[in-house]
């Protein structure tokens, strides 16, 4: 097991050394510049344009910035924003506010897809089976930010159920509108997977077995199917963190969150190499880890799951 765990972190070396290189490379090749963007309208003097791009090497090739840059994360120096503070500090005041928000969500969505999703598998073809997979296929197909608008308008602006925007108040409670958000946009793929996965399981033999010994069926849906068919659900969970990620810059930005995605909206929309690269990386290894995270606890969920040398 320890071989196995420090294989899958010595992985994460490559991932980090492609994710970076591939995101400076995007970041450096978009058209305009950074520096007079800054500016506006304005036409500041050239000499101090060169200064700032001498400050941040904007002046020297790719390679070279490329390079800078790996040489700073070494000493975890991730670099200076535009406005002149350090980008771990500022990851460091935003990055709390994300996983918070990460957090809630997940576990909103994994709840609801646990209990609507085993009593749909319990009632399948029933209406309310065929009301549940309709309700899920539309939240498929309706955008997360179609959804976070109608919820910031229905919700919070008319009903009043809740803060149409976070600001500074980003407390759990200050969060629940985002989280909900965040958590419909994932919710139905891991419904839909824990029906399937129910379904399959119910029709095994050792549960009809279970059923001949006399057991009850409060006995045998929690402990028996509800954990074989886990196995798929926090797998799926894992892959759906890059959606949830994903998702979170576009609901951040919608609800004003203090969090890495509206940060990261607003470095890409002012071409701060450093800021993007690094919340990017960090987004790409908490990503490896929890898929980690998740092999692990493949042999708590199924005794048969070994890791072999």
Known sequence: MATYILRRILQVIPVFLGATLLIYFMVFAMPGDPIAALFGDKQPPPQLLEQIRARYLLDQPFIVQYLNYLGGILRLDFGVGFNGQPVIETLARTFP???????????????????????????????????????????????????????????????????????ADNDWGGLWLPAIVLAFSIYATMMRLTRASTIETLQQDWVRTAYGKGLSRSRIIPVHVLRNSMIPMVTDTASQFGVLMVGATVTEGIFNVPGVGNQLY?????????????????????????NLLVDLLYGLLDPRIRYVK
Do not use: C, N
């Open 266 to 290: 607003t470095a890409i929309i002012k071409h701060e190499t450093p800021t993007v690269v690094s919340f990017v990386t960090i987004f790409v290894v908490v990503y490896v880890l929890i």
């Open 97 to 167: 506010v994300t996983l918070r928000l990460a957090i809630m969500a997940v576990a909103l969505a994994f709840v609801l897809a646990i209990v609507i999703g085993v009593t749909s598998a319990l009632l399948k073809g029933t209406i309310y089976d065929h009301l549940m997979l309709i309700v899920a296929l539309l939240f498929v197909a309706v955008p997360v930010f179609v959804v976070a608008f109608a919820a910031q308008f229905f919700l919070g602006v008319q009903l009043g159920w809740f803060k149409p925007t976070v600001g």
